[in-house]
């Protein structure tokens, strides 16, 4: 185990897929040796409102849910619901963004505007040490499936993280229906592939 | 072999290892899946009952009967199921029976916070509570054994942060079915023991106190309960998901680790009490370990230092004990160097404008609440409701959700059915404001029959609309009595709501298509203005539930004029672009409810024959 501890906070909006990336997150930790938990929400919280997956790796995990300003990843499905958890980073920890818009009602009713990108950047850089935008809806898309963009996302996390591409790769084949398995290596393979 | 279990799927896989062949449950948020995973084990039996008072009335048969039986709930649901919980905590059971209650501290998928651990002070039963998935597995075990030893029934507590985390535990890699078929079993009949008239239930009330008494005594010893030695400075008292939180803050204190946790034992408490020079409860929600500790006379700090309102967390724990001095502050970690930002904005850019403008904070974001689905077709009903100007009375279910923004088309929310009563009494006293009830298919086999049959009996002149979408769909898709299937996916009748309330004595009884905007404007304005009693059955499958989904219509922006009704709907993928609205293909299921509500026919449908894609 390369560290004591590693928190991750997955938000997106219901229907993006947090959970499914949540679970490859969980695998990956167990494979790797760690103790891990993961812990979200059901019900409700599904109908259109914000969702979040907190994952913990660590030689010994007590509580499924993460300490706010103590979480070493944020993973951001959607621009806003990333901003929402920033509190939860710890300061210097790594954001991975996907740039990428949904409106919550307040919005589409006209009684609230949505943060420029600017403004969202300024928000996470009060706690990030390193800031990644990902346009990972728009790479599914030429992917064929918007509801890749989570695994680019986990492409462009594992970049971060020292563990092998064919750990998750492994994981990512047993997690996926069979049909789905090389369109998800594949996304996951572009997000390894950005940036640096 | 090692798996990831949510506590829900390790509590339905402990049953299943000891040997459990029966379980009945309704669904409620966080509970659902404890049943669920039962069910897919081998040789099990299980079934989603109509209420929770049914459920457990049907493992009280299970376990009379002689066999193992539990069943599942969520909070509010053991209220439901109290009556018959109280009457059998008198006449015991012969087949352990088990009761799974999940609450929701925090309240994020109910109406009110309760601790069920006061039931087992209340009804005088044992409760037992798990604090990860492996002691879900072992626990519910080791809570079959206690009933049977003590011929209880016992309540296992689950919280949300337990039933929905997930931790790895070992499984058996072998599973071998409980029943191979059905076999003949012979009742073995004692009205003495489970007929609890007076002369028989002076004698049970006895007994249960005694049991109590005696199950006090074996948890001292039995294992549940233990004491994990530390540092002599401090003493944590704590169960279930706030003794792992109290692990993270408190990592060297001693630890009264409690898994019974009713009825409580004394000595280890005075063992506690005699290693520590201070004693800190550390419960979410009622004060129960803090008060038993108190009565033995022995000092500790509880609820003067965490709160009793809401959900626990590492933060919250740790905030509240540094406050209270029991714990240094931790170091706060610094960003060592200046930020890295990829592929965005650069620095110098970052502050949009330039202007000094407001800083963003993360509590003055847009929330996102919930609202109803894409698709859903209870929206078409309250859309109608709000500009009728109608007065809505409700209960629970995904159709709360008439109440969100913007259609405020709901006005009360009780509990399950309660609609309809409250409705028959507003209508009592003379409120002629277009009053109505709605309630969903799964809610009104629950409790809607006992206060529609009321309104008729009663000579009632209420308005009771049924949002049926053939399955119960905010716990997630379990079928009931309107389904035409079981639990275990066997067909079964569908129940015609329409039948039931004609039988019930109403004769102004209509079935609606949600979805035909005209109709259910003359419907419903028709029932609400006449003077009997009717009932309007609403019926369309649950689009989640169908996977129902067309391509999204799109807005053509010479007729848009930005008039807005499209967004009065409260619809996710309507996007308000400032001078125009767009459609966003992703989270549109198609439906063409906003096709039909624009005035002028400015969002066009991409369904070309108006029906199937």
């Known amino acids: ?196 | 072999m090692k798996k990831l279990l949510s506590g829900n799927e390790a509590i339905g896989y402990g049953a299943y290892a000891a040997g459990v062949g029966y379980g009945v449950g309704y669904p409620g948020t966080p509970s659902t899946e404890i049943l669920q995973s039962f069910s897919t084990y081998p040789g099990v039996h299980a079934e989603w009952a109509t209420n929770e008072k049914v459920a457990l009335d049907v493992a009280t048969g299970i376990s009379y009967a002689g066999e193992r039986s539990f069943c599942t709930m969520k909070h509010v649901g053991l209220n439901v199921a109290a009556d018959s919980l109280f009457s059998i905590a008198f006449t015991g059971v012969r087949g352990g029976l088990v009761v799974t209650v999940a609450d929701d501290p925090g309240m994020h998928s109910s109406q009110n916070e309760q601790d069920t651990r006061n039931y087992g002070k209340f009804a005088k039963l044992p409760v037992i509570e798990p604090g990860d998935s492996v002691e879900g597995a072992e626990f519910m075990g080791a809570a079959f054994d206690l009933s049977e030893q003590f011929k209880v029934p016992v309540i296992l507590r689950a919280v949300t942060r337990l039933s929905h985390s997930r931790s790895p535990l070992e499984v058996l890699d072998e599973l071998k079915p409980i029943h191979s078929g059905h076999e003949t079993v012979k009742y073995e009949r004692d009205p003495s023991q489970q007929i609890p008239l007076p002369m028989n239930a002076r004698r049970m009330h006895r007994e249960v106190e005694q049991k109590l008494v005696d199950i006090a005594e074996w948890a001292e010893t039995c294992g549940l309960n233990r004491l994990e030695p530390g540092s002599s400075k401090l003493g944590i008292v704590a169960s279930g998901i706030a003794y792992q939180y109290a692990r993270e803050v408190f990592p060297d204190a001693t630890f009264l680790k409690l898994g019974l946790v009713h009825p409580l034992p004394r000595e280890l408490f005075f063992k506690l009490n005699d290693m520590v020079e201070r004693i800190v409860v550390v419960e979410e929600l009622d004060p129960i370990f803090e008060h038993h500790i108190r009565l033995l006379g022995i000092k500790a700090s509880g609820k003067d230092i965490f709160p009793l309102c809401g959900e626990f967390s590492i933060e919250l724990v740790r905030e509240r004990a540094v406050a209270a001095g029991l714990v240094p502050p931790r170091e706060a970690a610094v960003r060592s160097a200046a930020p890295i930002v990829i592929n965005g904005l650069d620095a110098a850019s970052g502050n949009g404008d330039g202007d000094a403008a407001e800083a963003l904070v993360p509590s003055a974001l847009p929330p996102r609440p919930p609202m109803l689905c894409p698709g859903c077709a209870h929206r078409p009903i309250f859309y109608v409701l709000q500009r009728l100007r109608a007065l809505v009375f409700g209960d629970i279910g995904c159709y709360t959700l008439g109440a969100a923004e913007p259609l405020n088309a709901t006005h009360t929310c009780g509990a399950m059915g309660a609609g309809i009563g409250v409705l028959h009494g507003v209508d009592m006293v003379g409120v002629k404001d277009r009053t109505v009830a709605v309630i969903g298919d799964s809610t009104f086999f629950h409790s809607g029959l006992s206060p529609l049959v009321n309104i008729a009996y009663n000579k009632g002149v209420s308005t009771v609309i049924v949002l049926d979408n053939r399955i119960t769909a905010m716990t997630g898709h379990q079928p009931n009595p309107g389904s035409g299937r079981t639990m275990e996916g066997v067909e079964t009748p569908e129940v015609s709501i329409e039948d039931v309330a004609r039988a019930f004595g109403f004769t102004k009884v209509d079935t609606l298509d949600p979805y035909d905007l005209e109709e259910v404007r003359r419907v419903l304005k028709d029932h609400i203005d006449s003077p009997e009693p009717s009932v309007v059955v609403a019926r369309y499958p649950c689009v989640l539930n169908t996977k129902e989904k067309y391509a999204a219509p799109s807005v053509d922006l010479e007729l848009c004029n930005m008039c807005g009704t499209c967004l009065n709907i409260g619809c996710a993928p309507i996007i308000n672009r400032g001078d125009h609205v767009e459609i966003d293909h992703l989270l549109c299921s198609g439906c063409d409810y906003c096709v039909s509500v624009c005035p002028r026919d400015a969002i066009v449908s991409a369904r070309t024959d108006g029906g199937e894609e």
């Open chain 1, 1 to 196: 185990m390369a560290q004591d501890k590693i928190d991750f906070v997955l938000a997106g909006v219901g229907g993006q897929g947090t959970i499914l990336a949540s679970d490859i997150l969980v695998d990956v930790g167990l494979e790797a040796g760690y103790d891990v938990k993961k812990s979200e929400v059901h019900g409700m919280a599904q109908r259109g409102g914000g969702v979040e997956s907190q994952v913990r790796w660590g030689s010994r995990v007590y509580s499924a849910t993460v300490e706010k300003g103590e979480v070493d990843y944020l993973i951001g499905f959607e621009m806003l619901e990333t901003a929402r958890w920033i509190e939860y980073l710890k300061p210097g920890g790594d954001v991975v963004v996907n740039r990428y818009r949904i409106p919550p009602p307040p919005v589409n009713m006209g009684t609230a505007r949505y943060p420029d990108e600017a403004e969202i950047q300024n928000l996470l850089l009060t706690r990030a040490g390193r800031l990644e935008w990902v346009d990972a809806t728009g790479i599914a898309r030429e992917l064929g499936n918007p509801a890749l963009a989570g695994v680019v996302l986990l492409g462009r996390l594992a970049s971060h993280l020292d563990i092998a591409d064919e750990l998750w790769l492994g994981v990512i084949e047993r997690l996926v229906p069979a049909r789905f398995v090389d369109l998800n290596r594949e996304a996951f393979r572009r997000g390894t592939e950005l940036g640096d």
